[in-house]
C-alpha cells in the first residue's frame, strides 16, 4: 500500500464566462501536477465558469457549453492525474454546484453541493438545487472527501463523509475576501477537523469579479487543527502538498507558511486588485480620473498607478472660481508624484455657458444647490467625453462615508465605471494614504516613497463647489460620521445602537434618513471593490421607495 500521496493545488485566477482561458488554466496547473507526480490535481469551486457567475449559469446555452469544455478537458487530461475541477452541472430537470472527478477520459464522479449560502454576496439557492448527502470518491487507492465551500461550514457533510470512509478532506472554494474573513474559515476548517479527525486541506481561487476579490490564502490542517501548509494571499501559487500514511491514517506533511499581511494591507491590495482584474477582464487597458487635490481622488489614483502603471493613467483636473490654489498646487503634485498623465481643463466657460442658457427658465429663482451640481455635472460629461475620446475607463472616486449618505452628485461626481474606494470609509482613507506613502510592495507598479503629499490628507475636506465649503457644513465630522455609518449599514444597527454608543439621538436620525433616501444614487452607481460584510452592492440590498424609519 503506498504510504505517500501527492495533491497539486491550483490556486488560481479565472474569468467569469471564459470557459476555454479558465479551461487552459485548469490544464497548466494539471501538466504541473502530472510532472511533480501528482495523485490527484484540484481547482477550487465552479472554477471552470469562474465565480461568482450568477444568473449567467442558468442559461441552457451556457451550460451546454461548459459541458463541451468538461468532457473536452477530461479527454485531455486522461493520461496522467486525477483531476478535480468545480462546474455548474446539470442532471434532468435539476442544475448543481458540482465538483467534478475526471480521470481517464472521462466523468468518474461528481459532488454535488448540499448546502447552498443565500446571504451577503451569495444567492445560490435562487440558482442551484441542494445536492445529497454524499460518500466519499475514490482516487488510487484513497478515499477523498470534498465538502464544496460552504458544505465545509456545516457539520452534517464532513461527518457524513468521515462516516462513509474518507480519509482526508479536500475543500474546494470560491471564498470572497471581507477584512478579517480568514480567521472565520480557519476557525470552522478547525472544527471540521477535530470533528471528523481528518486531515483537511481548504482551496481557494484568487482574483477579481466585479466587486469580489477572492483572496487565496488556500491551507492544510492536521488533525488537532495544527496548520501543515499556507499559501499566500492574492497571489496565484501551484503547490505541491503531500500526505503521509501512518498508524493513525493520513497526515499532511508541513510544508511551505506564507506571511499573511495585517488588514490595512491587504484592503489596499483587495483595491488595486479588484482594478486590475476589472480593467483587464473587461478589457480596458487605460483609465481616467478626476483629481480635485482632494484625499479621496488622491488615493483613487495611487491605486490606479500601482493597478495599471503610470503610463495608462490620466489625472485631469477640472477648476472652477471655487478651486483653491492649494488643490490646483496639490493636484499636480500628486500627478507627478505617482508619474502619471496631467491635463489641466477649466470648467469656467463652460459653467456660465450652461448657466446663460438655463437663466430665461430660472429667472427670478436664487442660487441654490441647482448650481453647485451643474458644476459636478459639467465635470461628469467632459471626463466621459475624454474617456469617450482616449478609450479610457472612468474612475469615479466617491468614499464610502460619501456615498452612504449620498453626498455625491448623481451623473456628475458619481460618473464612472469602477469606483476602488466604494468601500472605504473617509477615516481609512486618511490612515490608508498615510500607509501607502510608507509602505511599497512588489505587487504594487507605483513608485516608492510619498505619493500623497501630506496637505491633501491633513487639510479639512471640501467640494470646492461654493466658497469656503467645507464638508462638515453638511455632515458630522468623519470619526463621527464614519462611527454612526458602521453601526446603521456594516452592523444593520439600530438608532437605540447608535445612542448606546455615545451619539446624540437627532443627528443618529439624521444620518439614518440620509442613508435611506440614498438609496436610488447608489442603484446606479459604478460598482468598487468589496472590503467589509456591509458592501453597498449585493450585501445590502434595499427597496429605493422606503417611508420606514427607525423612531427609537
Same mark, same amino acid.
Given at each position: ?12 485566477? $479565472?474569468?467569469?464566462?471564459?470557459? *476555454? ?56 487530461? *486522461? ?52 445536492? $445529497? ?24 457533510? =464532513? ?29 470552522? @476548517? ?27 490564502? +488556500?491551507?492544510?490542517?492536521? $488533525? ?33 507558511? =506564507? ?33 480635485? !487635490?482632494?484625499?479621496?481622488? =488622491? ?53 456660465? *455657458? ?5 437663466? $430665461? ?22 471626463? @466621459? ?7 479610457? @475607463? ?22 464612472? !465605471? ?27 507598479? !507605483? ?26 457644513? +453638511? ?42 433616501? +440614498? ?8 460598482? !468598487? ?24
Amino acid at each position: 500500500m503506498a504510504d505517500r500521496f501527492r495533491i497539486t493545488l491550483g490556486q488560481m485566477n $479565472p474569468t467569469v464566462g471564459d470557459l *476555454a482561458g479558465n479551461a487552459a488554466l485548469a490544464r497548466e496547473v494539471w501538466e504541473a501536477g502530472k510532472t511533480a507526480g501528482a495523485d490527484l490535481v484540484a481547482l477550487p469551486e465552479m472554477f471552470i465558469t469562474g465565480y461568482n457567475a450568477q444568473d449567467l449559469v442558468m442559461k441552457p446555452a451556457f451550460q451546454l457549453d461548459v459541458a463541451r469544455h468538461v468532457d473536452r478537458l477530461a479527454q485531455d487530461c *486522461a493520461d496522467g492525474p486525477t483531476l478535480a475541477i468545480g462546474a455548474p452541472w446539470v442532471e434532468g430537470t435539476r442544475l448543481y454546484n458540482a465538483y467534478l472527478i475526471l480521470k481517464g477520459g472521462k466523468i468518474v464522479s461528481q459532488v454535488l453541493k448540499h448546502h447552498l449560502p443565500n446571504e451577503t454576496v451569495f444567492d445560490e439557492v435562487r440558482i442551484f438545487d441542494a445536492g $445529497p448527502l454524499g460518500g466519499p470518491y475514490s482516487v488510487g487507492n484513497s478515499r477523498v472527501g470534498s465538502p464544496i465551500c460552504e458544505d465545509a461550514w456545516h457539520e452534517d457533510v =464532513a461527518e457524513t463523509l468521515a462516516e462513509t470512509g474518507a480519509e482526508f478532506l479536500l475543500v474546494p472554494n470560491g471564498s470572497p475576501y471581507y477584512r478579517g474573513k480568514f480567521d472565520t474559515r480557519l476557525n470552522h @476548517m478547525v472544527a471540521r477537523v477535530i470533528e471528523t479527525e481528518l486531515p483537511l486541506i481548504y482551496l481557494n481561487m484568487v482574483g477579481g469579479q466585479d466587486d469580489q476579490v477572492f483572496d487565496g490564502a +488556500s491551507f492544510g490542517l492536521n $488533525p488537532g487543527g495544527n496548520l501543515a501548509v499556507q499559501l499566500p494571499v492574492f497571489d496565484e501559487a501551484v503547490a505541491h502538498v503531500d500526505l503521509e500514511r501512518g498508524p493513525q491514517g493520513w497526515r499532511i506533511v508541513e510544508g511551505e507558511k =506564507a506571511h499573511h499581511p495585517d488588514a490595512w494591507e491587504q484592503d489596499y491590495r483587495v483595491m488595486v486588485q479588484a482594478l486590475r482584474d476589472y480593467c483587464r477582464k473587461t478589457g480596458f487597458g487605460k483609465v481616467l480620473l478626476g483629481l480635485s !487635490g482632494g484625499v479621496d481622488s =488622491a488615493l483613487v489614483a495611487a491605486i490606479a498607478v500601482d493597478a495599471l502603471g503610470a503610463q495608462n493613467v490620466r489625472c485631469v483636473m477640472l477648476p472652477s472660481e471655487y478651486t483653491s490654489a492649494e488643490s490646483l498646487e496639490d493636484a499636480e503634485a500628486v500627478a507627478k508624484a505617482l508619474g502619471c498623465h496631467y491635463d489641466y481643463v477649466p470648467i469656467t466657460e463652460g459653467r456660465a *455657458a450652461i448657466e446663460q442658457t438655463l437663466a $430665461p427658465l430660472f429667472e427670478g429663482r436664487g442660487a441654490d444647490l441647482t448650481e453647485e451640481n451643474i458644476q459636478s455635472r459639467l465635470r461628469g460629461l467632459l471626463l @466621459m467625453a475624454m474617456s469617450n475620446k482616449f478609450g479610457e @475607463m472612468l474612475l469615479t472616486t466617491g468614499n464610502k462615508s460619501e456615498v452612504a449618505v449620498g453626498y455625491a452628485t448623481i451623473y456628475g461626481d458619481m460618473a464612472g !465605471g469602477y469606483n476602488p474606494i466604494k468601500d472605504l470609509y473617509k477615516t481609512r482613507v486618511f490612515e490608508t494614504c498615510r500607509w501607502r506613502n510608507k509602505t511599497h510592495r512588489d505587487w504594487m507598479k !507605483g513608485p516608492q516613497g510619498e505619493v500623497i503629499t501630506p496637505r491633501v490628507i491633513d487639510k479639512p475636506p471640501s467640494a470646492e463647489l461654493r466658497a469656503d465649503q467645507k464638508d462638515s457644513d +453638511s455632515l458630522p465630522d468623519y470619526p463621527e460620521l464614519d462611527r454612526l455609518l458602521e453601526i446603521l449599514v456594516d452592523r444593520n444597527g439600530s438608532i437605540e445602537d447608535c445612542v448606546a454608543a455615545g451619539s446624540d439621538v437627532e443627528t443618529a436620525r439624521k444620518i439614518e434618513h440620509l442613508i435611506y433616501i +440614498s438609496e436610488y444614487k447608489r442603484f446606479q452607481s459604478a460598482p !468598487g471593490a468589496r472590503l467589509t460584510k456591509g458592501a453597498f452592492w449585493l450585501d445590502r440590498r434595499y427597496p429605493i421607495v422606503n417611508r420606514w424609519r427607525d423612531r427609537g
